[in-house]
């Protein structure tokens, strides 16, 4: 069975930084791409970032961009968002999800998700 | 970028009603148009993707439609689980990937 665990959300000072982790289990990691996708309270669907299945290849929205870096480790079938001068746009639930195929076009298995709250 | 706008955002039905859901893009998106089911305090599921084909398990009373800019979600009997918010998503220009903001089906 598929399973993406999230961790690592919590309440954080607007500048402030927070790592979120995605753990995978279940399936061959190292074959898929993989995804944040974030809500806002009350908000529609985000996606975040993607990150090629060796790394090699990341991208993001553009109001990230120069603030989140993907990252996974693929012998720890895991994959990380660190999250940098955040704001308080930024609250939100981000999720992890998975992509199949060479190309990632759709999301195929979630995470539950975890909470990030910008607040002072 | 490639918006994605969904109409209505918010509908009332019934049980047992036909429902259908429209999802516009900006720009052609041939057939890259995928949608997913949210209930609350629920991760999104996958229903549909390129534009008609179910992800397994998916009950047969959903079925999508379209092409180019203009796309259809469509419950053909609506039933009480069916009760969410729905979401297309695009990935013609991929791996740059957008959502619509939604259509939150309400009982009425």
């Not at chain 1, 660190?82 to 995470?111: I, K």
């Not at chain 2, 047969?60 to 092409?67: K, M, Q, T, V, Y």
């Not at chain 2, 419950?75 to 013609?92: H, R, V």
Request: one cysteine or more; aromatic letters at 10%.
């Amino acid at each position: 069975e598929v399973q993406l665990v999230e961790s690592g959300g919590g309440l954080v000072k607007p500048g402030g930084s927070v790592r979120l982790s995605c753990e995978a289990s279940g399936f061959t990691f190292s074959s898929f791409w993989m995804n944040w996708v974030r809500q806002a309270p009350g908000r529609g669907l985000e996606w975040v970032a993607n990150i090629k299945q060796d790394g090699n290849e990341k991208y993001y929205v553009d109001s990230v961009e120069g603030r989140f870096t993907i990252s996974r480790d693929n012998a720890k079938t895991s994959m990380y968002l660190q999250m940098n001068s955040l704001r308080a746009e930024d609250t939100a639930v981000y999720y992890c999800a998975r992509s199949r195929g060479s190309l990632p076009h759709n999301f195929d298995s979630w995470g539950q998700g975890t909470l990030v709250t910008v607040s002072s | 970028d490639i918006q994605m706008t969904q109409s209505p955002s918010s509908l009332s039905a019934s049980v047992g009603d036909r429902v259908t859901i429209t999802c516009r893009a900006s720009q052609s998106i041939s057939s890259y148009l995928n949608w997913y089911q949210q209930t609350p305090g629920k991760a999104p599921k996958l229903l549909i993707y390129a534009v008609s084909t179910l992800e397994s398990g998916v009950p047969s009373r959903f079925s999508g439609s379209g092409s180019g800019t203009d796309f259809t979600l469509t419950i053909s009997s609506l039933q009480p689980e069916d009760f969410a918010t729905y979401y297309c998503q695009q990935s013609y220009s991929t791996p740059l990937l957008t959502f619509g903001g939604g259509t939150k089906v309400e009982m009425k």
